[in-house]
């Protein structure tokens, strides 16, 4: 028997539409769902390894439970009743002891998070949090610190724009496939392209203007843009006039950066920036400032991030074609959204441990900061910490300092890890209650926002081949053996569906037709006369008096950064399009595509070190080292290496990956309490290390 | 050589590997073997940086060098369409295919011990669809054509462009 199943991509955090075709059990086929026109029947890489994924057996098949020590591998596979019975009387002695605010839990967000904050708001904790200090967390917060709403309220009208401005944001390969696709039909109708990082990527590739800037100096570029365009009135002065305050304060702080002043700091030439300038005048405001995605990067990341959000203003292209545009819900389309699971827990009034929204009132609560939540732990401060839930989050590879990380774990009392595969956080985890893949589970529905709302479905499109469960599963039963059954109250998917669609007229059938449903025919703009934000004053606000409050300055005299110990290079990362956050080195298809990754030194430095492209070099910070081959290119700035993230694995059992590579985060030594204060994230691109030529022989 | 071709559009690519991916995933390839191969080109060093992706597979010759090469009648042609594909099962892993094919295409599957190559999806085709690289392509750059489409289209396209400027 052959069916058709639409469901959601999981592959990456991005969760594209996809179809599958599955023959008497067996799944066949994948493609993207063609219903989502925007979507096609595009496929990455990722999404294509999707059955490899399934049928990889060098995963966690079975619930296990740790049998040595944290980290030595030695693990016993349990029954699911064996493994429940175990987390949940810990969890109990934890809870009754410490009370439920001893308990953290850190995901990847996205739009499917609703159940486990149920979960974790049910057992009477604060500490929830995703992966965002790691990654959108201080654009999010910039974003609200000038619009009054967080970076996802807005989204990009790439395919009718006319200028589209990228600072380090690698559309190409940090890829959304239909984002991805829109930018190229954008290019194909003329829209420039001007894309600034240190590092010449795929996306460098395809703009019209590409800078290699000197990595750290983004900001000192944005101020002279911003310069030079209030300078010449290269901006929407009507717009400005409408829906800006604070212009007069911040033209005075601009004053002394000129784009003269900026060359000198970022090695881009004044006159090519006054030409691009000159260029967004006349764009304008069919203008896009990506206000970066993972822009946790530099002490100042959060003031460059609102540089980029205030362009958008100046160049007035808020709800504009081939701009910004409010990305609408349900209430826009004069229906009811699904219904929140985790609003129906009663709130719980305990202090964040963290201290979003207390001892940092300017952070937002809702995903809250790992590091704080692990300098919480470590500290005992505001209060202890003893159980923590990894659920498909690693963050010994996200977050800096793995050693540093796993000194802090070893206080905890208990670690669950809720994961596909043997990531190296779930191998330091005293549990692992695997997860069943994308295609072998069902989710929680998603609202979809955008100019037509509308929801979708993750639906099981077969029978999982391992002993694993659905993530709903864990916490619904985990709940249940807690006391806690009536927060959520589920026995099947189907009950949490129809709990969601309780206020919307939409039925789970309708699902099945597309895959998702629309709330509206037809795309809905707001009336450009009558925007309003989230701000105080309800405008943009370019000055921000809450900041200011708790001392944070709305503007930021600009501070060259540190060029670290003569002789070091500052070390940056990225990704490429096939193999993304660690999850897929050991990936039976991808792991062929790429096994091992490069170190990208420039020329110059590489002759001064006697390294030749494809030589073993040694990169090291104090008494960290590790081997890497080189890649020679002109393609990185002479200042810095760069490196794909996510390989060096530890975990012997993932055998296509174990030892191959370099992982990045070990050199972020002392970076785990290196953040921006203002924005929150976690400076990754802020240590320095030293290269030397290594020994020839291969290493095994 | 085959009619059909599969075209591919440099400036829309990104480089991203799905159309590997997508082929090695439809045919349960070998590790390691390509069948199609997204190809990484660079400027040299001191040149202005540029970096693009050529989509390479088999041409599906009209005289196929490989099928000429074959000892055992494994590699074929289809007198339907020239579509040039190996019988796996009448492969002894000579490598005179390989060996034969003034680009190298046949791929080594180590663990067979056996040649695979594009056969364009020839079941697909049959079915009335499209490869599983150009059904699939991140971007759309792959296009499932004929030679006399192809130029067609192009000619179409660069017509409209000029027509864009009519006094």
Same mark, same amino acid.
Do not use: E, L, R, T
């Given at each position: 028997m052959s069916e058709i199943k639409h469901t959601i991509c999981g592959m990456c955090a991005v969760r594209c539409p996809v179809t599958v075709r599955v023959q008497d059990g067996k799944p066949v086929w994948i493609e993207g769902n063609a219903n989502d026109a925007a979507m096609g029947k595009s496929l990455c890489a990722k999404g294509g390894a999707t059955f490899a994924q399934r049928d990889d057996k060098q995963r966690p098949l079975g619930p296990l439970l740790r049998m040595g020590k944290r980290g030595e591998g030695q693990w016993r596979e349990v029954t699911w009743e064996e493994a429940f019975s175990f987390v949940s009387s810990k969890l109990q002695g934890i809870i009754e002891e410490h009370g439920g605010r001893s308990v953290m839990f850190s995901d990847r967000g996205g739009p499917f998070a609703d159940l486990r904050q149920a979960f974790v708001k049910a057992l009477g904790s604060p500490n929830y949090m995703n992966h965002d200090c790691t990654c959108g967390r201080n654009t999010h917060h910039a974003s609200r610190s000038v619009y009054g709403m967080g970076r996802k309220g807005f989204d990009y009208d790439y395919a009718n724009t006319r200028h589209l401005v990228l600072f380090g944001r690698n559309i190409t390969e940090s890829l959304k496939v239909k984002e991805v696709k829109n930018v190229l039909k954008g290019l194909k109708n003329g829209a420039h392209l001007t894309y600034i990082d240190p590092r010449f990527s795929v996306t460098a590739g395809k703009a019209t203007r590409y800078w290699q800037i000197k990595p750290g100096t983004d900001y000192a570029l944005l101020l002279a843009i911003a310069h030079h365009v209030l300078d010449r009135g290269y901006y929407d002065a009507t717009f400005v006039e409408h829906y800006v305050t604070g212009l007069d304060e911040f033209r005075t702080f601009l004053q002394p950066y000129t784009p003269e002043w900026a060359e000198e700091q970022t090695g881009i030439k004044a006159k090519d920036i006054m030409a691009f300038c000159h260029q967004l005048n006349e764009d304008r405001p069919s203008v896009i400032f990506h206000p970066g995605w993972l822009y946790t990067r530099y002490q100042d990341s959060f003031y460059a991030s609102r540089m980029m959000h205030i362009m958008n203003a100046l160049m007035g292209s808020i709800e504009q074609k081939g701009g910004l545009f409010y990305v609408k819900g349900a209430k826009d389309a004069g229906k009811k959204g699904l219904k929140s699971i985790a609003a129906a827990v009663p709130a719980v009034k305990e202090e964040r441990a963290d201290g979003c929204g207390s001892r940092y009132p300017h952070f937002d609560t809702s995903g809250g900061m790992l590091h704080l939540a692990l300098e919480a732990a470590d500290k005992a401060d505001p209060y202890p910490i003893k159980a923590y839930f990894i659920h498909r989050h690693n963050p010994l590879i996200a977050l800096p300092d793995p050693e540093e990380q796993r000194r802090i774990l070893d206080k905890l009392e208990l670690i669950v890890a809720v994961d596909i595969n043997y990531s190296d956080s779930a191998w330091y985890a005293d549990v692992i209650l695997p997860e069943s893949t994308y295609l072998e589970r069902s989710d929680i529905l998603r609202m979809e926002k955008g100019l037509k709302p509308g929801f979708g479905r993750r639906q099981q499109c077969v029978a999982p081949i391992n002993n694993t469960k659905a993530g709903w599963e864990i916490y619904v039963e985990l709940a249940r053996r807690l006391g806690k059954e009536e927060y959520l109250p589920f026995k099947t998917i189907e009950d949490i569906w129809n709990y969601q669609l309780q206020d919307t007229g939409v039925s789970i059938e309708d699902f099945e037709d597309k895959g998702f449903i629309k709330l509206c025919d037809d795309p809905i703009w707001y009336d450009r006369d009558k925007l309003s934000f989230g701000t105080e004053s309800g405008k943009i606000e370019l000055f921000n008096k809450k900041l200011e409050a708790q001392g944070i300055p709305s503007f930021i005299p600009y501070a060259a950064p540190d060029e670290g110990p003569s002789g070091s290079f500052r070390l940056l990362f990225g990704r490429c399009g096939? =193999?993304? $956050?660690?999850? $897929? =080195?050991?990936?039976?298809i991808l792991s062929q595509l790429l096994d091992e990754n490069h170190l990208w030194i420039h020329p110059t430095p590489a002759a001064e070190l006697g390294i030749k492209d494809g030589d073993w070099v040694e990169v090291a910070q104090g008494n960290v080292s590790g081997r890497i081959r080189a890649k020679v290119t002109g393609r990185i700035h002479p200042q810095a290496v760069f490196m794909l993230h996510g390989f060096g694995t530890q975990v012997p059992l993932q055998k296509r990956a174990l030892n191959k590579g370099l992982a990045d985060q070990i050199f972020l030594q002392g970076k785990l309490t290196d953040w921006d204060k203002a924005g929150g994230g976690v400076n990754l691109c802020q240590s320095f290390v030293t290269i030397k030529p290594a020994a020839s022989q291969e290493l095994k | 050589m085959s009619k059909y071709h599969v075209l591919q559009d440099v400036k829309d690519c990104i480089g991203c590997r799905a159309c590997e991916v997508h082929c090695k995933e439809k045919n349960n390839s070998g590790l390691g073997v390509y069948n199609c191969k997204m190809v990484e080109v660079v400027a040299p060093e001191g040149e202005k940086m540029r970096v693009d992706f050529v989509y390479l597979s088999c041409f599906h010759c009209k005289k196929p060098w490989c099928v000429d090469a074959c000892p055992t009648g494994a590699m074929r042609q289809r007198d339907e369409d020239g579509i040039v594909y190996v019988e796996g099962a009448a492969c002894v892993g000579c490598k005179a295919c390989i060996t034969a094919c003034p680009w190298t295409v046949p791929q080594w599957n180590p663990e067979t011990g056996r040649v695979e190559k594009c056969d364009l999806c020839k079941d697909r085709i049959d079915a009335g669809l499209e490869p599983a690289c150009v059904t699939k392509c991140t971007t759309g750059c792959l296009t499932f054509t004929t030679p006399a489409k192809a130029s067609q289209a192009s000619r179409q396209a660069f017509a409209e462009r000029i027509m864009k400027h009519r006094r």
């Open positions: 096939y =193999q993304a $956050h660690g999850q $897929h =080195q050991n990936n039976p | -």
